[in-house]
């Protein structure tokens, strides 16, 4: 791998700082509170011991990242990868402290990982994992306290058992725990394909101020999970032609056009879309490269850097992902006139939706799919024509804007609570 790309994979929490940075200056914001909003509030590292089938006794590693509490209690997911580590967790907690106030729910950020494979996990493996690791961080979690929620290769069943766990050790039932559970359990309408669904409502925003007709455009999406292929299939909807998929293994790609629900159906069958026989095959890389009106990075951190950004070739970029853009490359994006809607933004959608099951959990009143979906449009909507208002009435980029509008909101509620004792 490039050396660039190698420090850039290095540097996502500099680039999350380097952010705030440029928006702190925006806003003259005073130096003790800048400090303040730069430094995570908690970091929790655990030694995950669990049992294997086979009866050895393996340890994992995980953590738990509060950044910021000062409009709420703490948000955010968890992830089980090996890539994963302190300082991807750190930063991953800070995007979330923005992203809840752009949307402006009362939260802070958090999130919190595994350092593990799950593909290479039993499923009983994987919930003894699960439960000792919200055992571990238990200390630190709760309904008033910390709420997390599905990250990476976690899902509704994955937040099943740790909202198990946590009301066995209660001795009652705690659905507000945890958010992105199944329905039976406490879970919302309309959540496992909020993500999504809000990837598209900003896009829906975006082509409207750029002039684009969304039923006479492409798109491309990386990443086929649950966010990706949602997007994917409410674009198709709309008259978007969905020219290329790709998923941890490959990709396809098919400049007639894809039809996202079929290519679904595939990767239940096999476990991924790399093979699809309507079209030709396309690496990850190279998706990013597709001629394309719309591209939706909705994978990892850090797929677009400087070392690819000169050959994008999208007019719009909605990250669904967050941090899929490094700094340098979103330089880069920003001087060629590549209109980037930031993840703190796009993918908002997950968080706004789980702030609703959080509230129809604590109150026991449960909503409609068509009454969650409504107020999950009018949140990313709002939130988006305050943020365009920010890029036009200052000059800046999308991202900047978002981010001035996030870190003015919590450094006011910072100053306001002050400093105890």
């Known amino acids: 791998m490039d050396d660039t790309v190698c420090a850039e994979k290095s540097d996502f929490l500099a680039a999350a700082i380097h952010y705030v940075d440029m928006a702190a200056e925006k806003l003259n914001l005073d130096r003790g509170t800048l400090k303040v909003l730069k430094e995570p509030k908690r970091i929790l590292s655990v030694s995950v ?5 086979d009866g050895r006794v393996e340890v994992f590693r995980g953590y738990r990242v509060q950044h910021n509490l000062s409009r709420g209690p703490a948000k955010g997911g968890i992830r089980f990868h090996p890539d994963v580590n ?25 999130k919190g990982g595994v350092v593990c494979n799950p593909k290479d996990l039993s499923n009983g493996e994987l919930e003894r994992l699960t439960r000792r690791y919200v055992s571990e961080i238990g200390i630190i979690i709760g309904p008033e306290k910390d709420i997390p929620a599905p990250d990476v290769n976690t899902n509704p069943q994955v937040m099943a058992w740790i909202m198990d766990t946590v009301s066995m050790q209660a001795g009652f039932s705690v659905p507000s725990v945890v958010t992105g559970k199944p329905l039976e359990i406490g879970g919302s309408q309309g959540r496992n394909e909020a993500t999504g669904r809000g990837v598209v409502f900003a896009v829906q925003e975006a082509c ?20 990706g292929y949602v997007a994917a299939r409410l674009l198709s909807a709309m008259g978007c032609r969905i020219v290329a998929v790709s998923d941890s293994r490959g990709g396809v790609h098919n400049a007639g056009g894809l039809n996202p629900e079929d290519v679904w ?12 026989p309507g079209g030709t095959a396309v690496s990850n890389a190279g998706l990013l490269e597709t001629g394309c009106d719309i591209l939706i990075p909705a994978a990892l951190e850090n797929q677009i850097t400087v070392a690819n950004a000169s050959s994008v070739r999208a007019r719009l970029i909605a990250e669904g992902a967050n941090g899929p853009i490094s700094a340098g490359a979103d330089r880069i994006l920003q001087e060629r006139g590549i209109a980037v809607i930031p993840d703190i933004l796009a993918n908002a959608g997950g968080v706004v939706v789980s702030y ?8 026991h009143f449960f909503w409609s799919e068509e009454e969650v979906n409504r107020q999950l449009r009018r949140r990313i909507t709002e939130s988006f024509r305050q943020v365009w208002a920010v890029k036009e009435e200052c000059g800046v980029s999308l991202r900047v804007a978002a981010y001035m509008l996030a870190i003015d909101k919590v450094a006011r509620a910072h100053r306001l609570r002050g400093l105890y004792p």
């Open 356 to 363: 609703f099951e959080w509230v129809q959990g604590l109150q």
């Open 86 to 110: 302190l300082e991807e967790v750190t930063a991953l907690a800070m995007l979330m402290t923005w992203k809840c106030a752009v949307v402006d729910i009362p939260y802070g950020g958090a």
């Open 208 to 227: 409207s101020r750029l002039g684009m007709d969304l039923a006479c455009t492409t798109a491309a999406v990386q990443g086929f999970g649950n966010v």
């Open 49 to 53: 011991p669990i049992r294997l089938d």
């Open 265 to 276: 159906a595939f990767k239940q069958k096999t476990g991924s879309v790399e093979g699809y």
